[in-house]
């Protein structure tokens, strides 16, 4: 009979292997050095999972990781009553927020419209961005979605819920990357540079 | 050129090791050898796609999870890793994030016995041959032909569900976006090539035999009109019903229908021909010769199309021929050739 490693290494095998980017020989080796390696701390990686798991949670309004009911952006007082920025994912956030240039709140979809995944509108915090305008009244929604095909669709799918509201709804531009030629563009992503032109004099 | 190029557990090989030269190779070998799968993963190793099958991970060897490829090409060196887990591509050593620049190195043209389905088969045998040109030589295709099946089987997805017509709607502009692009692409190739091929099924048939080639587009005008005109019929039949997933390509030999009245020998002529046009337009475009990857295609043709064929190839262009016996060629100093047994390669 052929040997193998113990039960347990191959059930920690089996879990890391569930991990993102990380195939069989990855989890082995993970596995491997988290048994093995003189500075792993096993211990402390499993209380730290635990811990996290059991204090994080969405943020009960924008889906931002929060340890209460409101994240610590959603808290800030003097971000209330401005622009609501709507996003694909909670891990959409930060990015925006780095940037330093929006001082609104954000809602977090939880995905996109993705039938081929059968994810539908119903799957999506729609119904709760929905709620959210009608009690904060924001001067502005923007739509912060991928410009792929399934962020596309999402972003048209809103504009036709969210229109009839009456709000000034606005979409991030898509065009050329910062610091990239004309010349190395395709013919698509001209196209929408084009299409997403705007005055000289609104700079 | 490619100078050489290394296999590692990709389909039956280990470990291979190749150098062709800068003319013609020839690997020789019986069936079942592995014959095709160097030219197959010259196409991949090139083009990050098989010939044979559009799921790439078939391709790694049994019992492994990884394949890698690499080589030369024109002292590009490109190394290819694949896996369940994804591909990684590197150029010189560098990782590279973009698709189109690591494709941007090599275009090939491949020819096999299948090819007969050009001719005989379904219009998708012909849609995929010319989105393997276009993704060769028009900027922007790839994403587009990628964005635009997406955008259709999530649009079919809602409608065979009976999904509200806002949410079908929802994947109109993407869809049409990219059906756009891709419908007037495929006209504009179709042009291209009908001159092309017209001139190579004569140069194969000696003069005989007038090939006509057009494009049927799936769509008549934008495509946002035709969409909103089969609106009732996509309701009853559940399917987007326009597009560019309708296009196909007309073949008609002096002046009747090719599939069903042609015989096999000028069948075979005629997808000798869309290949040879193929190759003609990207050297056109390109200004240098696509790499040829010929595979086991001399065996099913009588001589004389063998010899016109081989006298149609695009001079100076470097050449891989995969066959079971060489005795049909007439060797010119320069070609090379290797003998592949028991996964070994050794010169002939
Ligand atoms: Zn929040």
Not at chain 1, 10 to 36: D, F, K, N, T, V
Not at chain 1, 179 to 198: N, P, V, Y
Not at chain 2, 246 to 272: M, P, V, Y
Request: hydrophobic share 40%; with cysteine.
């Amino acid at each position: 009979m052929a040997f193998d490693y113990p039960a347990p290494f191959l059930q920690l095998a089996r879990e890391l292997r569930r991990l993102p980017g990380i195939g069989p020989r990855s989890a082995e080796r993970i596995a491997l050095w988290l048994l093995s390696n003189k500075d792993a701390r096993p211990g402390q990686l499993s209380a730290a999972l635990s811990t996290a798991e059991t204090a994080i949670r969405p943020c009960s309004r924008c889906g931002f990781f929060a340890t209460d009911d409101l994240c610590e952006i959603c808290l800030q007082p003097a971000r209330g009553g401005r622009e609501i920025c709507v996003v694909e994912l909670a891990t959409d956030i930060l990015p925006l927020e780095k940037t330093g240039s929006f001082r609104g709140l954000y809602h977090a979809l939880g995905g996109r419209l993705a039938p081929l995944d059968h994810i539908g509108p119903a799957q999506l915090r729609i119904e709760s961005l929905q709620k959210r305008l009608l009690t904060e009244n924001p001067v502005e929604i923007i739509l912060a979605l991928s410009a792929d095909v399934e962020g596309e669709a999402t972003t048209n799918y809103l504009v036709e819920i969210l229109e009839p509201l009456g709000i000034p709804l606005t979409r991030i531009a898509h065009g050329l990357p910062a610091g990239g030629g004309l010349e190395h563009a395709d013919q698509i992503t001209l196209l929408r540079a084009l299409s997403g032109r705007r005055p000289v004099a609104e700079r | 050129m490619l100078t050489d190029l290394r296999l590692r557990d990709f389909r039956c090989f280990d470990a291979l090791e190749i150098f062709p030269g800068p003319g013609r190779t020839f690997v020789l070998g019986e069936n079942a050898q592995g014959k095709t799968s160097i030219l197959e993963a010259i196409c991949v190793l090139l083009r990050l796609q098989s010939p044979r099958t559009t799921a790439t991970a078939e391709t790694i060897r049994f019992g492994r999870d990884r394949f890698c490829l690499d080589g030369h090409f024109s002292e590009v060196h490109l190394r290819l890793h694949y896996s369940s887990e994804g591909r990684e591509m590197f150029l010189d050593s560098k990782p590279q994030a973009r698709t189109e620049d690591y494709l941007d190195v090599a275009r090939v043209a491949w020819f096999a016995n299948t090819d007969l389905e050009l001719v005989r088969g379904g219009g998708s045998g012909r849609r995929r041959y010319l989105d393997f040109l276009g993704i060769q030589c028009l900027p922007g295709y790839r994403k587009s032909l990628r964005a635009y099946e997406k955008a259709l089987r999530s649009r079919n997805a809602l409608l065979k569900d009976n999904r509200p017509r806002r949410e079908i709607e929802a994947f109109d502009p993407p869809l049409i976006e990219a059906g756009d692009f891709l419908l007037g692409a495929r006209r504009r190739l179709c042009e291209a090539l009908a001159p092309l091929a017209e001139s190579a099924c004569r140069e194969i048939s000696g003069g005989d035999d007038a090939l006509e080639i057009s494009c049927r587009s799936g769509a008549e005008g934008p495509l946002a009109e035709a969409l909103t005109h089969t609106r009732a019929e996509e309701m009853r039949l559940r399917q987007t019903h326009v597009g560019p997933h309708r296009d196909d390509l007309k073949l008609l030999l002096n002046g009747r229908d090719a599939a069903g009245f042609a015989s096999e020998g000028q069948q075979r002529g005629i997808a000798l021909a869309l290949k040879l046009a193929q190759a003609r337009h990207l050297e056109a475009v390109q200004n240098r010769a696509p790499i040829l990857l010929l595979d086991d295609i001399f065996g099913e043709l009588d001589p004389v199309r063998r010899n016109r064929l081989l006298a149609s190839l695009p001079p100076h262009s470097q050449t891989i021929i995969t066959t079971t016996f060489l005795d049909w060629a007439d060797r010119q100093p320069q070609d090379i050739a290797f003998r592949l047994v028991g996964g070994r390669l050794e010169n002939a």
